[in-house]
C-alpha cells in the first residue's frame, strides 16, 4: 500500500512569502506528526494531530507556524512570513495510534529553501 | 523533558567488519526507545525498538541494540556490515504516554568496500 507522501518534495520561496506544505497520511492513520530536519540535525517536533486537532502544537516555533487537519486525514503546514532560518526539510509521519506507542511512518520530507 | 545525544557524527568502517553505533539519553521519567536510518533522499525508515522486556533488541537488515538503564545507553550494532548500510542512523526517545518524540543529531555510516 501507499506510504506517507508529502508535496512538494521541493520548495524554493523568497523572504517574506507564505508557504503551504502538504501531507498525506496513510489511510486509516488517525496521528500525524510534522517535524522539522535542518542541516546535520536530527528531526525536532513540531506539532501532532490526533484525529482532526492539534492534540500537541508546543513544538512550533512562533505563531508563523501554523498546521490544520480539517478532515482528519490530510494536513497542511503552513508558514507565514518566511524567513532564511526557515530553510530545512519538513517531514510528516503517521501512525495507527498513539498512547501505546506505534510506530511513526515517515514521508520522504518536503525541503524548504528560503532565498 | 528528554534528550538524546549521540556520541559520533559519522562513523568510517570497511565492509564486514563490525560497527557500534552510540546513542546517549535523558529522561527523568521513564521511555520508549527508536533507532531508525535514514538513506538518501528517502524517509526515515524504524530499525527497532524498545518498549519494554528483553533489554536487546533485533530490528531490521540484521541490527540489534542493548537498553542499559544504569548507563542510559542505546547503542545500536551489527556484527557485519554492507555496502548499502551505508545512511544516515538516528536514535530517538519518546516519553511514555508522551507524543513529542526527540531525536540526536544523527551518526553518519560510511562502509567502504
Known amino acids: 500500500g501507499a506510504g506517507v507522501s508529502q508535496t512538494p518534495s521541493n520548495k524554493v520561496t523568497e523572504k517574506g512569502k507564505y508557504v503551504e506544505l502538504r501531507c498525506d497520511p496513510i489511510s486509516g492513520h488517525t496521528a500525524l506528526y510534522w517535524y522539522r530536519q535542518s542541516l546535520g540535525q536530527g528531526p525536532e517536533f513540531l506539532i501532532y494531530?490526533?484525529?482532526?486537532?492539534?492534540?500537541?502544537d508546543s513544538g512550533l516555533p512562533n505563531d508563523r507556524f501554523f498546521a490544520v487537519r480539517p478532515e482528519g486525514s490530510v494536513s497542511t503546514l503552513k508558514i507565514q512570513r518566511t524567513e532564511r532560518g526557515d530553510s530545512a526539510v519538513y517531514l510528516c509521519?503517521?501512525?495507527?495510534?498513539?498512547?501505546?506507542?506505534?510506530?511513526?511512518?515517515f514521508g520522504p520530507g518536503t525541503r524548504l529553501t528560503v532565498l | 523533558a528528554q534528550s538524546v545525544t549521540q556520541l559520533d557524527s559519522q562513523v568510517p568502517v570497511f565492509e564486514e567488519a563490525p560497527v557500534e553505533l552510540r546513542c546517549n539519553y535523558s529522561?527523568?521519567?521513564?521511555?520508549?526507545l527508536f533507532w531508525y536510518v535514514q538513506y538518501p533522499n528517502q524517509g526515515l525508515q524504524l530499525l527497532l525498538k524498545y518498549l519494554s522486556g528483553s533489554t536487546l533488541v533485533k530490528g531490521i537488515n540484521g541490527f540489534e541494540a542493548e537498553f542499559n538503564k544504569s548507563q542510559t545507553s542505546f547503542h545500536l550494532r551489527k556484527p557485519s556490515v554492507h555496502i548499502s548500510d551505508t545512511a544516515e542512523y538516528f536514535c530517538?526517545?519518546?516519553?511514555?504516554?508522551?507524543?513529542?518524540?526527540?531525536f540526536g543529531a544523527g551518526t553518519r555510516l560510511t562502509v567502504k568496500p
Open positions: 529522561s527523568s521519567v521513564s521511555v520508549y
Open positions: 530517538a526517545v519518546l516519553r511514555v504516554n508522551n507524543n513529542d518524540m526527540r
Open positions: 494531530f490526533q484525529g482532526t486537532g492539534a492534540a500537541d
Open positions: 509521519a503517521s501512525s495507527p495510534t498513539t498512547g501505546n506507542y506505534n510506530e511513526q511512518f
